[in-house]
């Protein structure tokens, strides 16, 4: 995609949710998941997807939430929706945050210009907003797809390929 594809498709999420951010299980792609509904009135159904930032070598996560708010936020009760509901607090157990301002491409981004001049691949830097995170990605491209409930980004895995030899001692 170019900038203004990738523009284009972090607008169409404005305003929606953001359920999950991390790296892939392989770490080299950056992926977000978010959670869209229209106006009960068009009869759109709600749609999950996925944001996969191809080559993402920097991610980078701040909170937006203040520190007063912090401080009012740290009970572990907060994370679960039904024991947290009477506190005062960022209550984290709702589990998404709402995309706003929502996300952009960082227009003449001196990061993805670099990682270009180094790799010789196209960058492009995206910075999205929510109302308790700030992420900053720089990526070679992005790939939108929609996921059925219960796609599951991490599972623990069983096979030996994927657990960490054992050091030496």
Request: glycine residues 4%.
């Amino acid at each position: 995609m170019d900038a203004e594809d990738i523009g284009a498709a972090l607008e169409d999420v404005f305003d929606q949710a953001l359920v999950f951010h991390a790296f892939t299980d392989y770490m080299r792609d950056y992926e977000v998941i978010t959670y869209s509904v229209a106006d009960p009135i068009t009869e759109i159904p709600p749609v999950y997807e996925r944001f996969l930032f191809k080559l993402c070598v920097e991610a980078e996560i701040a909170t937006t939430v203040s520190p007063e708010v912090w401080r009012r936020s740290v009970d572990d009760r907060l994370v679960d929706f039904e024991a947290g509901k009477d506190l005062d607090g960022y209550h984290w157990g709702v589990k998404w945050h709402c995309l706003y301002p929502g996300g952009k491409v960082v227009p003449n981004s001196e990061r993805a210009r670099r990682w270009f001049e180094a790799i010789g691949v196209p960058f492009h830097e995206a910075r999205i907003e929510t109302n308790a995170h700030v992420i900053n990605l720089v990526f070679a491209d992005l790939e939108v797809t929609t996921v059925e409930p219960g796609h599951a980004p991490y599972v623990v895995a069983r096979d030996d390929r994927s657990v960490p030899p054992t050091p030496l001692t």
